[in-house]
């Protein structure tokens, strides 16, 4: 890796690069399709390859889960489909460009992100590719973070705040009720026909809004794995995600 100042301001990687009327040029005079292509070939020495975005979302995903504190706990179950091996050569790969503090005696597996690694995770989330939805506002996510502990009322507003930021997006959780009954859904989008139209894929049932709202909030500290959740439930069906979001949970320590 190039040293020289350049995250100074927590500025995105790449902000030094040159437009020119070629592509992006860095300070060794190379040239550049793509901020990407800089950090991907540039800076990780790796070759073009068309599998390159699924490499980055990758990434991406990984990194978000370490700045956002739950990484350890549960990512191994969930990124990684509990393939410990994966995870673990992950965790070191990163520690070894840089990505993750392992100063001060720190495991790979438990570091926080660099200097470098939030510049580079800034990159990942400013050039994400069309395909892949966008995280919804970081205030709104670090609202509904914050609801343990309000009272009803302020986490009512935290949860209804979040849920018109997320109403758009190609898969969705929400609460509803029905009766007695409060629910979780999961609805998505079906492309195959002429019309897309908007249809449940999964639910879950709860005896009091609590337990209900209790679910819905872990599950809004997640919106960036929604998108595979809901492509699970489609493919593998409902008893797949339930089997799933346990596994996850249980892996986490709750929904504490």
Not at 58 to 67: E, N, W
Not at 79 to 88: A, K, L, T
Not at 135 to 164: H, N, Q, S, Y
Request: charged share 25%; aromatic share 10%.
């Amino acid at each position: 890796m190039t040293e020289f100042p350049r995250h100074v301001g927590e500025l995105p990687w790449g902000w030094w690069l040159r437009a020119g009327p070629e592509g992006l040029e860095d300070a060794n005079g190379r040239v550049w399709q793509s901020v990407r292509d800089a950090f991907w070939e540039g800076e990780l020495g790796f070759p073009p390859v068309h599998f390159a975005p699924e490499q980055h979302e990758l990434m991406l995903r990984v990194m978000t889960s370490i700045q956002a504190g739950w990484f350890v706990r549960e990512s191994k179950h969930d990124v990684f489909g509990g393939d410990m091996m994966f995870w673990r050569f992950h965790q070191c790969w990163l520690a070894s460009i840089g990505m993750v503090e392992t100063s001060h005696g720190r495991s790979a597996l438990e570091a926080p992100l660099t200097a470098l690694g939030r510049s580079v995770l800034m990159m990942l989330q400013a050039t994400r590719e069309p395909e892949f939805e966008r995280l919804p506002m970081a205030a709104v996510v670090a609202a509904v973070t914050a609801t343990k502990g309000l009272d009803t009322e302020a986490r009512e507003r935290a949860l209804l705040a979040f849920e018109r930021e997320v109403g758009f997006r190609r898969h969705v959780f929400a609460r509803e009720g029905v009766a007695a009954h409060y629910l979780v859904t999961l609805t998505g989008i079906k492309v195959g026909a002429r019309m897309p139209t908007r249809s449940v894929a999964w639910s879950q049932s709860f005896a009091d809004a609590k337990s209900r709202d209790d679910l819905f909030a872990w599950l809004a500290e997640r919106v960036h794995r929604w998108d595979e959740w809901g492509e699970l439930a489609y493919r593998k069906g409902a008893d797949a995600l339930t089997r799933h979001l346990l596994s996850v949970i249980i892996g986490s320590g709750g929904l504490s």
